[in-house]
């Protein structure tokens, strides 16, 4: 077994990290007795990961000579851990009612193992109870590279290999199947350098990050706003069904309407209004 060691950023939380966002529930992460585990290529093979918080972050790779220095970046891209929250933190200092936030490490959130997982299983998401997006996530998880504790979340190439119609059929993701492939086949195809998207999206504008993400098949304004967020652009909230019931039940915007949950997080919170209309539905 292999372990490293990883620093993380003051008022850092992995469970108020894993547990802010509902990927933690979907293959081939898994949560138990407080570590998040996770199937995944460890260089050029597969193996269980396990992570927890112990003298900082450790990761453990069973079965593993080494950690590679290539997946401790892949571990603190998927935990955000080099992403600051001073600024956050500064912006709820005036609002009591968030003050749980900080006391409680929250700001961050679980991301995939890479920008297609974290599409793919978005596009699952789109239009459906979240317990069914887990389902379809799960089914998709099983075209994998594999070892004995189980798949880890298939390749572009796997993707398209498997084909609409076995999205369909096994997978059973309905409508989505297709847009799911095309954007596979695109990947495939160099239509979209994801890694670069990435990489560069701090550089970019919300807007331009959100733009690119809508070239994606099956993504809509509402979770292009959603997958920004990953990327580091929270300016603008994605407003859903299940935003507008938390809206309409705490009460705190009047006269509930789209426009008027992005104005009062905007005028709030300015470039943190969508992360803290996420984190006020998630405590909600």
């Known amino acids: 077994m292999a372990r490293a060691t990883l620093e993380v950023p003051r008022h850092f939380s992995l469970a108020s990290t894993v547990r802010s966002h509902g990927y933690y529930q979907t293959s081939p992460f898994s949560w ?25 972050l450790t990761v453990e790779v069973i079965g593993c000579r080494r ?6 970046a892949r571990v603190r891209r998927m935990l955000q851990l080099d992403r600051s929250l001073t600024e956050l933190y500064r912006a709820l200092n005036q609002h009591k009612r968030l003050a749980w936030v900080k006391t409680h490490g929250y700001g961050r959130i679980l991301r995939s193992g890479d920008l297609f997982e974290d599409i793919g299983k978005a596009i699952c998401g789109t239009n459906v109870q979240w317990t ?13 590279d594999s070892c004995k504790a189980g798949p880890t979340f298939p390749t572009p190439e796997q993707v398209t290999e498997a084909g609409e119609g076995w999205l369909r059929e096994h997978a059973r993701t309905g ?27 701090t550089q970019l504008s919300g807007d331009e990050v959100r733009k690119e993400l809508k070239r994606v098949p099956g993504v ?7 997958l920004a ?9 994605s407003v859903d ?6 809206a309409q039940r705490s009460k705190l915007v009047k006269n509930v309407t789209p426009a008027a949950i992005e104005s009062y ?10 992360l803290v209309c996420w984190l006020d539905v998630w405590a909600f």
């Open 32 to 56: 138990e007795d407080g570590g998040l585990g996770r199937i995944d290529h460890v260089g050029s093979s597969v193996y269980p990961v396990r992570i927890y918080e112990q003298d900082g």
């Open 67 to 72: 950690v590679p220095a290539a997946y401790v």
């Open 132 to 144: 069914q997006a887990v389902k379809m996530a799960n089914r998709i998880c099983t075209l994998g």
């Open 175 to 201: 409508y989505r199947a297709q847009a799911i492939v095309k954007f596979a086949q695109a990947i495939v195809d160099g239509e979209f350098e994801l890694e670069l998207l990435d990489t560069t999206a």
């Open 220 to 226: 809509g304004p509402a979770t292009a706003r959603y």
């Open 229 to 237: 967020g990953f990327l580091g652009h929270f300016d603008k909230p």
């Open 241 to 246: 069904s299940l935003v507008i019931d938390f």
């Open 265 to 274: 997080y905007d005028r709030r919170f300015g470039s943190w209004a969508g």
